[in-house]
T-cell receptor
Framework: NAGVTQTPKFQVLKTGQSMTLQCAQD?????MYWYRQDPGMGLRLIYY???????DKGEVPNGYNVSRLNKREFSLRLESAAPSQTSVYFC??????????????FGPGTRLTVT | EDQVTQSPEALRLQEGESSSLNCSYT??????LFWYRQDPGKGPEFLFT???AGEEKEKERLKATLTKKESFLHITAPKPEDSATYLC?????????????FGIGTKLQVIP
């Protein structure tokens, strides 16, 4: 049981390049999330998927797109990277159908630098 | 606007020196308050969920408590391996939108 996995662990991009961050979970969770974490700021929600086949914007969606490929996988795409997108990206999942448990489980993160 | 404020920002303790971390929050309709531990270079690791004022939960040297305005994470006789950043987060009772608001965290260092 690996929990939540993310690839790649590190990435350096040049301004204008594109890339996709991959996330997979093996806990059979319905909901999946993408966050970014920046120094001096709390985790901020980029996009989420409440269930397979649905996606919605979070607090900071501009410059990103997502795909919920199936119940296990949720990818985040940067179409044209900007230096402001330099951050650590975390994927998380949870099962909101389980009434006594709302906590999210996080992956190890992707450290992205855009030059 | 939902807010989560954690204090102190950083805390340095001697091994065995007990202390508390604070998380004060303003949210309309609290559904749950979460505590996470985050080690350098890693993702947050879930510790506790608290749902209502007066609730307490314990895990090893950690004990989390909740009031209507704040939560405390008490650390009893800490060890160096407790060194980490502790994050607090709240989820509001907002129907379909699953917004969780995170604090910036308290960076704890336990010195042998």
């Amino acid at each position: 049981n690996a929990g939540v996995t993310q690839t790649p662990k590190f990435q350096v991009l040049k301004t204008g390049q594109s890339m996709t961050l991959q996330c997979a979970q093996d806990m059979n969770h319905n909901s999946m999330y993408w966050y970014r974490q920046d120094p001096g700021m709390g985790l901020r929600l980029i996009y989420y998927s409440a269930s397979e086949g649905t996606t919605d914007k979070g607090e900071v969606p501009n410059g990103y797109n997502v795909s919920r490929l199936n119940k296990r996988e949720f990818s985040l795409r940067l179409e044209s990277a900007a230096p402001s997108q330099t951050s650590v990206y975390f994927c998380a999942s949870r099962n909101p159908g389980h009434l006594s448990s709302y906590e999210q489980y996080f992956g190890p993160g992707t450290r992205l630098t855009v030059t | 606007e939902d807010q989560v404020t954690q204090s102190p920002e950083a805390l340095r303790l001697q091994e065995g020196e007990s202390s508390s971390l604070n998380c004060s929050y303003t949210v309309s309709g609290l559904r749950g308050l979460f505590w996470y531990r985050q080690d350098p270079g890693k993702g947050p690791e879930f510790l506790f969920t608290l749902y209502s004022a007066g609730e307490e939960k314990e895990k090893e040297r950690l004990k989390a408590t909740l009031t209507k305005k704040e939560s405390f994470l008490h650390i009893t006789a800490p060890k160096p391996e407790d060194s980490a950043t502790y994050l607090c987060a709240v989820q509001k009772n907002s129907g379909g939108y699953q917004k969780v608001t995170f604090g910036i965290g308290t960076k704890l260092q336990v010195i042998p």
